[in-house]
Protein backbone atom coordinates (compact mmCIF):
# COMPACT_ATOMS: atom_id res chain seq x y z
CA UNK A 1 0.00 0.00 0.00
CA UNK A 2 0.89 3.98 -0.25
CA UNK A 3 2.93 5.32 2.92
CA UNK A 4 0.74 7.57 4.86
CA UNK A 5 3.32 10.48 4.47
CA UNK A 6 6.02 9.48 2.17
CA UNK A 7 6.12 9.34 -1.26
CA UNK A 8 7.05 5.26 -1.20
CA UNK A 9 4.84 2.16 -0.97
CA UNK A 10 5.20 -0.20 2.14
CA UNK A 11 5.22 -3.80 2.31
CA UNK A 12 5.34 -6.28 5.23
CA UNK A 13 4.86 -10.02 5.94
CA UNK A 14 1.48 -11.93 6.54
CA UNK A 15 2.25 -12.39 10.13
CA UNK A 16 1.91 -8.39 10.35
CA UNK A 17 -2.03 -8.91 9.38
CA UNK A 18 -2.43 -9.88 12.98
CA UNK A 19 -0.68 -6.65 14.65
CA UNK A 20 -3.43 -4.35 12.34
CA UNK A 21 -6.16 -5.14 14.58
CA UNK A 22 -4.31 -4.42 17.69
CA UNK A 23 -3.23 -1.11 15.92
CA UNK A 24 -6.71 -0.19 14.78
CA UNK A 25 -7.91 -0.75 18.76
CA UNK A 26 -5.47 1.19 20.25
CA UNK A 27 -5.81 3.98 18.01
CA UNK A 28 -9.54 3.99 18.43
CA UNK A 29 -8.64 3.74 22.34
CA UNK A 30 -6.56 6.78 22.36
CA UNK A 31 -9.29 8.84 20.13
CA UNK A 32 -11.75 8.55 23.31
CA UNK A 33 -9.42 9.30 25.60
CA UNK A 34 -8.04 12.31 24.01
CA UNK A 35 -12.03 13.19 22.90
CA UNK A 36 -11.41 12.90 19.08
CA UNK A 37 -13.78 12.10 16.83
CA UNK A 38 -12.66 8.51 15.04
CA UNK A 39 -14.24 6.25 12.44
CA UNK A 40 -13.46 3.18 12.92
CA UNK A 41 -14.80 2.10 9.65
CA UNK A 42 -12.46 4.31 7.18
CA UNK A 43 -9.00 3.57 9.72
CA UNK A 44 -9.61 0.11 9.06
CA UNK A 45 -10.22 0.42 4.95
CA UNK A 46 -6.74 2.54 5.39
CA UNK A 47 -5.02 -0.50 7.57
CA UNK A 48 -6.62 -3.33 5.62
CA UNK A 49 -6.72 -1.50 2.07
CA UNK A 50 -3.05 -3.07 1.03
CA UNK A 51 -3.08 -6.27 -1.54
CA UNK A 52 -1.04 -9.53 -0.81
CA UNK A 53 0.83 -10.28 -3.62
CA UNK A 54 3.05 -13.89 -4.11
CA UNK A 55 6.51 -13.93 -4.27
CA UNK A 56 8.10 -16.71 -6.37
CA UNK A 57 11.11 -18.66 -5.03
CA UNK A 58 13.85 -16.24 -6.42
CA UNK A 59 11.95 -13.76 -4.56
CA UNK A 60 10.36 -12.28 -7.81
CA UNK A 61 7.07 -10.42 -7.99
CA UNK A 62 4.87 -8.61 -10.33
CA UNK A 63 3.51 -5.07 -8.98
CA UNK A 64 0.34 -4.24 -10.35
CA UNK A 65 0.12 -0.47 -12.18
CA UNK A 66 -2.06 0.96 -9.64
CA UNK A 67 0.48 0.85 -7.03
CA UNK A 68 3.70 1.56 -9.51
CA UNK A 69 1.01 4.78 -10.05
CA UNK A 70 0.50 5.00 -6.15
CA UNK A 71 4.09 4.80 -5.43
CA UNK A 72 5.55 6.69 -8.31
CA UNK A 73 7.66 4.16 -9.42
CA UNK A 74 9.02 4.25 -13.16
CA UNK A 75 12.36 2.23 -14.10
CA UNK A 76 14.07 2.19 -10.59
CA UNK A 77 12.65 0.24 -7.76
CA UNK A 78 14.58 0.39 -3.91
CA UNK A 79 14.04 -1.63 -1.01
CA UNK A 80 14.48 0.21 2.42
CA UNK A 81 13.96 -1.98 5.94
CA UNK A 82 12.11 -0.22 8.21
CA UNK A 83 11.50 -2.62 10.99
CA UNK A 84 7.84 -4.49 11.11
CA UNK A 85 7.96 -2.89 7.68
CA UNK A 86 10.10 -1.82 4.28
CA UNK A 87 9.07 0.78 2.18
CA UNK A 88 9.90 0.58 -1.67
CA UNK A 89 11.06 3.75 -3.31
CA UNK A 90 11.37 4.92 -6.73
CA UNK A 91 15.10 6.20 -6.53
CA UNK A 92 14.13 10.20 -7.55
CA UNK A 93 11.18 10.49 -5.22
CA UNK A 94 13.95 9.05 -2.16
CA UNK A 95 16.65 11.67 -3.46
CA UNK A 96 14.02 14.26 -2.52
CA UNK A 97 13.63 12.85 1.13
CA UNK A 98 15.60 15.50 3.60
CA UNK A 99 18.92 14.09 5.35
CA UNK A 100 17.43 12.04 7.84
CA UNK A 101 17.62 9.72 4.72
CA UNK A 102 21.56 10.19 4.32
CA UNK A 103 22.12 6.81 4.40
CA UNK A 104 19.02 5.17 2.53
CA UNK A 105 19.92 7.59 -0.68
CA UNK A 106 23.91 6.69 -0.47
CA UNK A 107 22.84 3.15 -0.68
CA UNK A 108 20.72 3.33 -3.73
CA UNK A 109 22.77 5.72 -5.29
CA UNK A 110 25.61 3.11 -5.13
CA UNK A 111 22.92 0.13 -6.45
CA UNK A 112 22.07 2.63 -9.44
CA UNK A 113 25.91 3.58 -10.67
CA UNK A 114 26.35 -0.34 -10.03
CA UNK A 115 23.73 -1.52 -12.30
CA UNK A 116 24.21 1.03 -14.53
CA UNK A 117 27.59 -0.15 -14.83
CA UNK A 118 26.71 -3.72 -15.73
CA UNK A 119 24.56 -2.78 -17.99
CA UNK A 120 27.55 -1.48 -20.35
Known amino acids: MKHTSWDCLVGFGLSRKEEL???????????????????????????FGFQEMPFD???????PEHLRALGRIEDGLYFQGGGRFFT?????????????????????ESFLAEAKAKAK
Do not use: H, I
Request: some cysteine; overall charge negative.
Open 88 to 108: LWNPAELAKMGDDWAGAKAAC
Open 57 to 63: DSGRFVM
Open 21 to 47: NAQLDREEEMAVRLGRDFDRDTRASQL
